[in-house]
């Protein structure tokens, strides 16, 4: 296949990490990244130079999250993944499922809610315009589980097993927008179920803990299909460049199973981060409860002795 279109060669040398990460930008993810970095920073120092706290930790999570992306999209491994299945792989399970869990846990909504300015009374700014999207009724359906878990699969089947994938690969628009759909599914799939961005579904944990075992296993499943296959499943990756010296099924198996470990891994970052969101949620609860006894004088304990009171009294008779 010529990936001429993408300006790729195709006599790239034999495939090595020191090669695959040496420089080599997409010019849009690279705008894109240095913009959210950018953005980002300002909400963190706006609400710096008002007082207001911002926790270190949701930045380091949201630097780390565009830094992946840039990992794999302005780098050599975006060059290679062009000509190498197994390559291609690694973009996409980190640009779908590393990349978005840890931009999700950098709070970018919660920052931008807190940061943009409030517009005057009459107008709408940029606040008011993404609190409308995040109460809009299409909000809700494409974070709704019904949607977000069949997109999530349908990433996966319907695109590699369909022509659709050899046309994406034809340009680089297709690529480009192949990636970006990648990340928005990946966004749009762990968003409800992470919990720290305001959202219009917000399951309860046990919830979002089968939210997040309904999607995994069928990327296991896709990878073992790959991994099991006699024959090249994906036309654009059936001729690798003789400069290479990898054999497609070979390369075809090796990207089944890194789609196949991969699905552990954001399973066991989500589980985590929920049981972490789930342990603090009842700490606030308890010092709720705790404050509003210091305020009532613990009626509910003092109601409570008066009952065992009335029946000690009325066992006396």
């Avoid at 020191?18 to 959210?36: M, T």
């Amino acid at each position: 296949m010529d990936h001429s279109g993408h300006g790729m060669t195709m006599d790239l040398p034999p495939f090595t990490l020191g090669r695959a990460l040496e420089f080599s930008p997409d010019l849009f993810f690279l705008v894109g990244c240095l913009a959210a970095l950018g953005l980002y920073g300002w909400g963190v120092a706006r609400l710096r130079r008002r007082g207001d706290a911002w926790p270190v930790s949701r930045t380091v999570f949201f630097t780390v999250g565009v830094l992946s992306i840039a990992l794999v999209m302005c780098t050599k491994l975006n060059d290679y993944g062009m000509v190498m299945f197994s390559v291609h792989m690694v973009q996409h399970m980190v640009i779908s499922m590393l990349s978005p869990i840890l931009l999700l846990l950098g709070a970018p909504v919660t920052l931008a809610l807190r940061a943009l300015p409030v517009a005057g009374r009459g107008s709408a700014g940029p606040r008011e315009l993404l609190l409308k999207l995040l109460h809009s009724r299409y909000m809700r359906i494409v974070t709704h589980p019904a949607f977000t878990i069949p997109m999530f699969i349908a990433s996966l089947y319907g695109l590699y097993f369909t022509p659709l994938f050899d046309f994406l690969m034809e340009s680089k628009p297709g690529h480009i927008a192949m990636m970006v759909h990648f990340l928005m599914v990946g966004l749009i799939f762990f968003w409800p179920i992470m919990g720290v961005d305001p959202g219009p579904h917000r399951p309860g944990y046990v919830m979002r803990m089968l939210e997040l075992f309904a999607g995994m296993p069928f990327h296991a499943f896709f990878g073992i299909a790959l991994m099991m296959a006699s024959e090249p499943m994906v036309r654009a990756y059936e001729v690798p460049p003789a400069s290479l010296g990898i054999d497609a099924l070979s390369d075809q198996h090796a990207a089944g199973g890194i789609a196949w470990a991969f699905s552990e891994i954001p399973s066991v970052l989500v589980l985590i981060a929920l049981v972490y969101q789930w342990y603090h949620s009842e700490q606030r609860q308890a010092v709720r409860k705790d404050r509003a006894a210091d305020r009532d004088g613990d009626k509910e304990l003092e109601a409570y002795n008066a009952y065992l009171a009335s029946l000690r009294t009325g066992g006396g008779r």
